[in-house]
């Protein structure tokens, strides 16, 4: 899973370009230094206004040794079928936010997400893409070392 450049543009990408764009007139019209939930009912009123399909906070499943744990994670919106969009409202995004959209994406078995701050002077927004969970492979563990080598 990679995060790739804010340089992507709407020819290449034109759905995550467009909901960029809806994120953009949010932040431009409520400004920062609100709730994030507010920022995620207006951005569902703008992505609605530009005809974006989207469907709000869904939970997805999480497992364990293919059994289902009781515990889900829920990610803002899901637009156009397949682009994961999670919002924050901070000062500025970290590493832990990128892995949180990381992990929702594989688990979501998803290519393609956003991470969008409303928090920051102007909206700071980061593209995820990879192939979908079902074609990564997991990570062996290391072994320990044998004694004997």
């Given at each position: 899973?990679a995060?790739i450049?804010?340089?992507?543009d709407r020819r290449r990408?034109p759905?995550?370009y467009?909901?960029?764009g809806?994120?953009?007139?949010?932040?431009?019209?409520?400004?920062?230094?609100l709730l994030?939930?507010?920022h995620?009912?207006a951005?569902g009123?703008e992505?609605?206004?530009r005809r974006?399909?989207f469907v709000?906070?869904i939970?997805i499943?999480?497992?364990y040794?293919?059994a289902?744990?009781?515990?889900?994670?829920?990610?803002?919106?899901i637009?156009?079928?397949?682009?994961?969009v999670e919002?924050?409202?901070?000062d500025?995004?970290t590493a832990?936010?990128?892995?949180q959209v990381?992990?929702?994406?594989?688990a979501?078995e998803l290519?393609?997400?956003?991470l969008?701050?409303?928090?920051?002077?102007?909206l700071?927004?980061?593209?995820?893409?990879?192939?979908?969970?079902?074609?990564?492979?997991?990570v062996k563990s290391?072994d320990?070392?044998n004694?004997?080598?």
């Amino acid at each position: 899973m990679a995060q790739i450049g804010d340089g992507t543009d709407r020819r290449r990408d034109p759905e995550t370009y467009a909901i960029i764009g809806a994120a953009m007139m949010v932040h431009r019209t409520l400004g920062r230094g609100l709730l994030e939930l507010v920022h995620q009912e207006a951005l569902g009123i703008e992505l609605g206004s530009r005809r974006i399909p989207f469907v709000r906070e869904i939970e997805i499943p999480i497992y364990y040794k293919g059994a289902p744990l009781a515990v889900r994670y829920r990610a803002d919106f899901i637009c156009f079928h397949d682009v994961l969009v999670e919002l924050k409202a901070s000062d500025r995004l970290t590493a832990v936010d990128d892995a949180q959209v990381i992990n929702y994406l594989v688990a979501a078995e998803l290519g393609r997400g956003l991470l969008l701050n409303f928090g920051s002077t102007s909206l700071q927004y980061r593209r995820f893409a990879g192939p979908p969970a079902s074609s990564v492979q997991s990570v062996k563990s290391v072994d320990p070392p044998n004694p004997g080598d």
